[in-house]
């Protein structure tokens, strides 16, 4: 039984792939043949078929070889430069007798895949061009990180987010592609968040990149899994490494609404809009805690027969004003209502609330509602 096997073994190599190739004179034709016995080729015989299917791939890419050396960017077949360097260098992987020589020869050529990965539309190309690079660079290579870029951005429109991600983060060293990098590198990650353990990890994701610069999305995350110490002691770090971080105040204030703690959250989006009276977004978030401060305050001091008393009722009326103003200032930063588009909705509630009609109707034409 072992004899037949090893007769097997040994009927199945081909140390004369190599001829067999050359004889093809067409690189496609000679893929073929090898890709067919490829499992039962030695190493050996592997580096010589190699050997054979680059002096083939190198002489269709020759032509367009020379346009790259005369500077001319017309008319080039980046497949077939591509074939050419991709088949060097498993020449040297199988280590081929002429595995030295077509490297050599064929490396100075490899920038023009970062030019063809750039210049397609195709996520594949782009994909095939830019791993040939960065499979293929130096640890010097300078432009390994675009490469790597290309290869993330393709990987991402494909919906080949693991990969995506990969590529991507390896990107991040490159400054010219830094923050494009960045992008596909997070929003790859997100679409794998599944688990709490997920969400964790991606926070610490985000706290390596610039925990600054997604401070919201860090004590969003944090806020949704549970962790609002988590949250409290980044603002409180935020705040104490600069006291006028409106950003801290304004994330407090949310959460501290969230929670219905409404004077607590009216203080902090007064101090965010104090910093920058600008902020829009903290007036009008304060107009919104203003309003259901007030309507909370209303259904509480309504019995059940619909009867508010007095003092109550100027105190609700007090504090939906105290909204309104808020609200105004929104409508003098946002005249078109065209940053937040239902300010002017929110306001005409309010007016009717409290028995201002005449204003209420305004806003209604404005609107174009009546």
Same mark, same amino acid.
């Given at each position: ?39 039962? #080729? ?20 020759? /032509? ?43 490396? /100075? ?83 794998? #968040? ?11 994701? #985000? ?39 409106? $950003? ?21 989006f007064k101090k965010a809009a104090e910093i920058d009276p600008a902020f829009i977004q903290a007036w009008f978030n304060l107009g919104v805690c203003a309003s259901q401060k007030g309507f909370d305050l209303n ?9 508010? /008393? ?8 007090? $504090? ?12 003098e930063l946002d005249p078109n209502h065209e940053q937040i588009s239902n300010w002017p909705m929110q306001l005409r509630m309010l007016y009717n609330a409290v028995g201002e009609k005449a204003k209420a109707d ?9």
């Amino acid at each position: 039984m072992l004899a037949v096997l090893a007769a097997t073994a040994s009927f199945a190599q081909n140390p004369k792939i190599g001829k067999e190739i050359k004889a093809t004179k067409d690189y496609a034709a000679g893929k073929a043949i090898f890709d067919s016995q490829f499992a039962n #080729l030695t190493d050996e015989d592997k580096g010589k078929a190699y050997d054979e299917l680059y002096k083939l791939a190198k002489e269709k890419a020759d /032509p367009s070889l020379a346009l790259l050396s005369a500077g001319n960017m017309e008319g080039i077949d980046y497949k077939a430069i591509l074939t050419a360097i991709e088949t060097a260098y498993n020449c040297d992987k199988y280590a081929s007798k002429d595995a030295k020589k077509n490297v050599e020869e064929i490396a /100075p050529f490899r920038p023009a895949l970062i030019n063809a990965a750039n210049s397609t539309n195709d996520d594949a190309e782009k994909l095939a061009y830019s791993l040939c690079y960065a499979n293929t660079a130096k640890a010097d290579d300078a432009n390994a990180g675009l490469a790597y870029y290309f290869a993330g951005y393709a990987s991402y429109q494909t919906k080949d987010f693991v990969n995506a991600a990969k590529y991507a983060k390896q990107a991040l060293s490159d400054d010219r592609v830094k923050e494009q990098a960045e992008q596909v590198y997070r929003v790859s990650l997100e679409q794998g #968040l599944k688990t709490r353990e997920d969400s964790l990890n991606y926070v610490n994701v #985000l706290k390596e990149l610039n925990v600054d610069k997604y401070f919201v999305q860090i004590c969003g995350i944090y806020q949704e899994v549970g962790q609002e110490e988590q949250v409290n002691t980044l603002v409180d770090e935020a705040l104490a490494k600069n006291p006028n971080n409106k $950003v801290a105040y304004f994330t407090r204030g949310s959460i501290n609404n969230t929670k219905r703690q409404y004077d607590a959250a009216m203080t902090d989006f007064k101090k965010a809009a104090e910093i920058d009276p600008a902020f829009i977004q903290a007036w009008f978030n304060l107009g919104v805690c203003a309003s259901q401060k007030g309507f909370d305050l209303n259904e509480k001091y309504t019995d059940k027969n619909g009867r508010i /008393p007095t003092d109550k009722a100027a105190e609700v009326t007090a $504090v939906l004003k105290e909204a309104i103003t808020y609200y105004e200032k929104v409508r003098e930063l946002d005249p078109n209502h065209e940053q937040i588009s239902n300010w002017p909705m929110q306001l005409r509630m309010l007016y009717n609330a409290v028995g201002e009609k005449a204003k209420a109707d305004e806003i209604s034409k404005m609107l174009g509602d009546i």
